[in-house]
C-alpha cells in the first residue's frame, strides 16, 4: 500500500534552516508529482510547494519563494523540502502528498494520498 513517511521537522530559531524529508512507497515513485502542504494551527490546509515527476518543473506558494526549495531523488524515492530564512509564521505541521498525474500541483487538488506530518516550529 502507499507510504509516505515525513521527517526532519523540529525546532528552529527564527532565520534557520530545516531539511524535511518524505520517503514514499508502495508506489512508482518517479512516475507522480509530488507536492508539500502545511497546516498551521487554527488554520485550513495550505499548498506551498509541488515537483514534477522528474523533478524538472517546480512551483511555490508566493510566501515561501526563495527561502524554500523542494526536490526529489527518484532512486531514493524521496522527497524533500529545504527550508532556509525560516520565519515564525512557518510553524506548522508539514505533509507531502501524492499527485495522481506526472506533472507538479499548483494546489491540493488532484492528490490520493498524505502523510502523516511532521511539526516545524519556528520560535527564539
Known amino acids: 500500500q502507499v507510504q509516505l513517511v515525513e521527517s526532519g521537522g523540529g525546532l528552529a530559531q527564527p532565520g534557520g534552516s530545516l531539511r524535511l524529508s518524505c520517503a514514499a512507497s508502495g508506489f512508482t515513485f518517479r512516475r507522480y508529482g509530488m507536492t508539500w502542504a502545511r497546516q498551521a494551527p487554527g488554520k485550513g490546509l495550505e499548498w506551498v510547494s509541488g515537483?514534477?515527476?522528474?523533478?524538472?518543473?517546480?512551483y511555490y506558494t508566493d510566501s515561501v519563494k526563495g527561502r524554500f526549495t523542494i526536490s526529489r531523488d527518484n532512486a531514493k524515492n524521496t522527497l524533500y523540502l529545504q527550508m532556509n530564512s525560516v520565519k515564525p509564521e512557518d510553524t506548522a505541521v508539514y505533509y507531502c502528498?501524492?499527485?495522481?498525474?506526472?506533472?507538479?500541483?499548483?494546489?491540493?487538488?488532484?492528490?490520493?494520498?498524505r502523510g502523516q506530518g511532521t511539526q516545524v516550529t519556528v520560535s527564539s
Open positions: 502528498a501524492k499527485g495522481q498525474a506526472s506533472y507538479g500541483s499548483r494546489n491540493m487538488r488532484g492528490h490520493d494520498y
Open positions: 515537483i514534477s515527476s522528474d523533478g524538472s518543473v517546480t
